[in-house]
């Protein structure tokens, strides 16, 4: 896919040093210069080749097994954040109660920013599934609330992460609240619901 939007990820591979190969059918920009290979071919295609590739030969179970462990130490340091949720300072806190109660198979739609920032923080995977969704964009803030009603149409309840900047730039969107009856007229199902 394109740049990663976790500013933290970019830098985790960075530091890896790892052999970056870009699959695309057109040549995309190398913003870091750090594409070591660009295969000029359908990810589809490229990944279905790797799929049917046997790879039991040359797989690395060692490091397989140490990402694993430093992934699960990382996710209890996160974890951590739901002892401090008292903390009105700790607003990781706040992310994680948000992403526990939302309810199986809705929609978490996040500003962006540092909300999006905190969700790729304190978000841990979970048995939990939930579709999230992010407006991505030079600044990204504009039209977020919007944005998110519009996709609450597809969900009976809608969870939105957003600040005070990105709410202020989108709060006529509030409006658009009515246009959710519209759902519950033309489809009998329940108006969708946003939090």
């Not at 960075?14 to 660009?38: C, G, H, N, W």
């Not at 957003?162 to 199902?189: C, P, S, W, Y």
Request: charged share 25%.
């Amino acid at each position: 896919g394109r740049w990663p939007v976790s500013e933290r990820a970019v830098q985790a591979v960075q530091k890896m040093d790892a052999l970056q190969i870009v699959v695309d059918l057109r040549e995309p920009r190398d913003i870091t210069s750090s594409t070591a290979l660009f295969v000029r071919c359908s990810p589809t295609i490229f990944t279905e080749a790797m799929a049917a590739f046997d790879s039991k030969a040359t797989a690395n179970t060692r490091a397989c097994k140490e990402w694993c462990e430093l992934n699960n130490e990382a996710a209890d340091i996160v974890r951590g954040v739901r002892l401090r949720r008292d903390n009105g300072e700790l607003e990781g806190a706040y992310v994680y109660e948000t992403v526990e109660a939302a309810p199986e198979g809705s929609l978490l739609f996040c500003a962006n920013s540092m909300s999006i920032r905190a969700l790729d923080t304190f978000f841990c995977k979970a048995d939990k599934q939930l579709r999230v969704l992010c407006n991505r964009g030079l600044g990204g803030v504009d039209g977020t609330i919007s944005s998110a009603i519009g996709a609450a149409q597809a969900y009976d309840q809608t969870t939105l992460i957003i600040g005070d900047l990105a709410f202020l730039r989108d709060v006529n969107a509030l409006a658009l609240q009515n246009e959710m009856r519209l759902r519950e007229l033309h489809t009998r199902k329940p108006t969708p619901s946003i939090i």
